[in-house]
């Protein structure tokens, strides 16, 4: 059965359309298990920033989870400006236009040249056109499979319960580390859409009950692996800044640093030569390979750029 996660932009309504309703904190889950539509089944996770525009993580929380995206224009606005941008630098490159009937298609098409939406389709505002295209969208695993947490409870009876968007499989019995720290945790059950099981594969979102770690331990962007992941204060990597951001971004400055649903303020210690260093206060948990934004939550333009590491 195919998994996605998919971020839909644009417009929080259609979200509805698209799932049940689930978890609901700065970003809100709908959930759909059930037909592709073309005789395939389907289970898609669809993610909705409610919270942005005002908190910018809302954005960047969802944009971490997601495999793909959903793009409805009904304006051409600052806010669909910022989407393009997002979307573009973390090279987001699978998913589905939804024009409104009023937009100037021609304007967005001169919006979108040269990014990633070049590469989505466009498809009629309908959970029947939206299915049978995400199931045809390849997923695939990543080097250093993962866990992103985005959520930790005590479940009486059960004990820690975390929740999460697996990034590679996740069986019964494995053991992870916790990163940023690396202490060592057991899966003792998986649950996927409320039904126990065995294993999980890439792009399902997980309930895993653990053995081990108290909810105290587990926060909210954590990252649970098999493979040791890098853990620092100071982060070094190639820098790619938004064309849109006219400001320099200077030595002993202040930006913000969203990786995997971690949002931490960090200092620029240095930026030349396409090279950027930051330092933060509390380690941070980052793949080698991957790409983050870096951010300016009280500018004109929000998105400053991205640093690969």
Request: aromatic fraction near 8%; include cysteine.
């Amino acid at each position: 059965m195919k998994s996605v996660n998919v971020i839909v932009l644009g417009d929080n309504e259609f979200a509805k359309e698209l799932g049940k309703k689930g978890t609901v904190t700065d970003f809100t889950i709908y959930n759909y298990k059930g037909s592709d539509m073309q005789g395939g089944e389907l289970t898609a996770t669809f993610l909705v920033p409610t919270s942005y525009p005002d908190k910018l993580q809302s954005l960047t929380h969802c944009l971490a989870m997601a495999d793909a995206a959903i793009l409805v224009v009904k304006k051409l606005d600052r806010e669909l400006g910022e989407f393009i941008i997002a979307l573009d630098l973390l090279g987001i490159n699978k998913g589905l236009i939804i024009f409104d009937e009023y937009v100037e298609k021609d304007k967005f098409v001169n919006m979108v040249r040269g990014t990633v939406l070049e590469s989505f389709i466009i498809v009629d505002k309908s959970p029947a056109e939206v299915y049978p295209r995400l199931a045809k969208m390849e997923i695939k695993k990543p080097e250093i499979e993962h866990v992103v947490i985005d959520a930790a409870f005590d479940v009486k009876s059960v004990g820690t319960v975390v929740l999460g968007v697996a990034r590679g499989s996740v069986n019964v019995h494995d053991e992870f580390g916790i990163y940023p720290g690396g202490k060592k945790v057991t899966v003792r059950s998986i649950q996927v859409h409320d039904k126990d099981v065995k294993s999980a594969e890439t792009g399902e979102r997980v309930g895993l009950a653990l053995k081990g770690v108290s909810v105290e331990e587990v926060e909210r962007g954590h990252l649970f692996s098999k493979q040791e992941i890098k853990s620092a204060k100071e982060i070094e990597g190639s820098f790619t800044k938004n064309k849109y951001y006219t400001e320099e971004i200077k030595e002993n400055s202040k930006v913000f640093l969203a990786a995997h649903l971690q949002y931490r303020q960090v200092d620029v210690v240095s930026n030349s030569e396409g090279k950027i260093r930051l330092k933060s206060e509390k380690e941070i948990a980052l793949i080698p390979g991957n790409e983050y934004l870096i951010l300016k939550p009280e500018a004109k333009v929000r998105i400053v750029g991205k640093i690969k590491i």
